[in-house]
């Protein structure tokens, strides 16, 4: 009984989000920010709940979310509810879990709306089709982390049902894209891994 109550709720909260608004654990937005450099304000455009935010913070960066909706950032940072693809203004740094059925505009609109840098959270596969893969050959792709162990990232639903507890047992491969204005070299491939537990 107790396996098909459970069974039951998971099929129930694992429905496709109607905005694609799947939530990433915390440590993967830190395992960014200890792997890759950062310089000026870091804004999300899709934040959410805040996660790439509340990392960036804990990182030491200034930041500054948007998204269509508020779904928590605006407690804890400068936020504004805008569409991402209607906004004008540029940022020094643009880091986010897009919406997956807009990846590849929301790569394009990042890109020329960052001073800086673009990190941008991806299935991993999403970089091996035939078009799309020439298409990153001609950005300014610098390094690709894979994101280990894989995470679970479930729709906010998921996340506000257990209340910020996060899931275990991720199935499918992710990876920080990482792209710098101004960058013709090569990109480097990494790893942005789970932090290690500290030992009480």
Request: hydrophobic share 40%.
């Amino acid at each position: 009984m107790k396996k098909t109550t459970i069974a039951k709720l998971d099929a129930y909260l694992w429905k496709r989000d109607p905005d694609d608004w799947y939530v990433e654990p915390s440590w993967v937005c830190d395992s960014l920010f200890a792997a890759e450099e950062f310089e000026g304000t870091i804004c999300d455009p899709a934040c959410g709940l805040g996660r790439v935010l509340d990392a960036a913070k804990r990182a030491g960066h200034t930041t500054f979310g948007i998204d269509i909706k508020d779904r928590g950032a605006s407690q804890n940072h400068r936020f504004k509810i805008s569409d991402f693809f209607g906004l004008k203004m540029d940022c020094p740094n643009i880091v986010s879990n897009p919406p997956y059925k807009y990846d590849d505009a929301f790569l394009e609109h990042a890109i020329a709306r960052a001073e800086k840098k673009t990190a941008l959270l991806l299935r991993a596969p999403w970089a091996n089709g035939a078009a799309r893969s020439r298409r990153l050959a001609q950005l300014p792709l610098k390094r690709v982390l894979m994101v280990t162990p894989r995470p679970s990232m479930p729709p906010g639903a998921v996340i506000r049902a257990l209340k910020g507890k996060d899931p275990s047992g991720g199935r499918v491969d992710y990876a920080w894209f990482i792209f710098e204005r101004g960058f013709t070299g090569q990109p480097t491939f990494g790893w942005a891994r789970r932090p290690a537990k500290e030992k009480k």
